[in-house]
């Protein structure tokens, strides 16, 4: 089964940008849907991002749509989230996930994702 290796957090200030990347470990990546969700301290693990198997189709949180963009290179069996004007509630660990036989129905829910990473911590400072 593939492995999820998130890269790419760290401590930014408000307006700021960081770009997180999502390491895969097989070549199976490109087999699979994918997600990002976020998890801040007491908070429910929220989705964030979803990208179709060959990322032709993308699907934001109305609370990042306009600011977040999730891509996929499944020749280098890696995904992205590209974060632009970040705000103090970004503030979260960000998880990607993979599934293979996800519905696009349900790319908003955590449960259906098979495959996890093992978070990145992103801080947004106001």
């Known amino acids: 089964q593939v492995q999820l290796v998130e890269s790419g957090g760290g401590l930014v200030q408000a307006g700021g940008s960081l770009k997180l990347s999502c390491a895969a470990s097989s070549r199976t990546f490109s087999s699979a849907a994918m997600g990002w969700f976020r998890q801040a301290p007491g908070k429910e693990r929220e989705f964030v991002a979803f990208?179709?198997?060959?990322?032709?189709?993308?699907f934001h949180a109305d609370s990042v749509k306009g600011r977040f963009t999730i891509s996929r290179d499944n020749a280098k069996n890696t995904g992205y989230l590209q974060m632009n004007s970040l705000k103090p509630e970004d503030t979260a660990v960000y998880y990607c996930a993979a599934d293979y036989h996800i519905a696009a129905t349900h790319r908003q829910d955590a449960k259906k994702y098979a495959v996890w990473g093992q978070g990145t911590q992103v801080t947004v400072s106001s």
């Open positions: 990208v179709s198997r060959s990322g032709g189709t993308t």
